[in-house]
Nanobody, 119 residues
């Protein structure tokens, strides 16, 4: 069974940094694209970043230059380094994978980890 477990969320001040981790199992991790979604109360879900099996990355305009997605295939893990955090980044962050051909928005998601940016 596919399992995705996020960790690393918490409370940080504006301008601070946080590193999220996602441990994956139940599929051939090295062959699949991974991504991070976030959802804030009352707002639509938003794709934050994706990374293909070949290492190609894509970012939402709102986080480009501040966030970095990476993967470690030996550890079956994907990470999201978040710098220069803003209150608008406050959301539950979800790790996902897409077992279909290419990235089609993701079809498996973890439980989420809360990120709160506040003074």
């Amino acid at each position: 069974q596919v399992r995705l477990v996020e960790s690393g969320g918490g409370l940080v001040q504006p301008g601070g940094s946080l590193r999220l981790s996602c441990a994956a199992s139940g599929f051939i991790f090295s062959q699949k694209a991974m991504g991070w979604y976030r959802q804030a109360p009352g707002k639509q879900r938003e794709m934050v970043a994706t990374i293909t099996s070949g290492g190609s990355t894509n970012y939402a305009d709102s986080v480009k230059g501040r966030f970095t997605i990476s993967r470690d295939n030996a550890k079956n893990s994907v990470y999201l380094q978040m710098n220069s955090l803003e209150p608008e980044d406050t959301a539950v962050y979800y790790c996902g994978t897409d077992l279909r051909i290419g990235w089609q928005g993701g079809n498996y998601w973890g439980q989420g980890t809360q990120v709160t940016v506040s003074s």
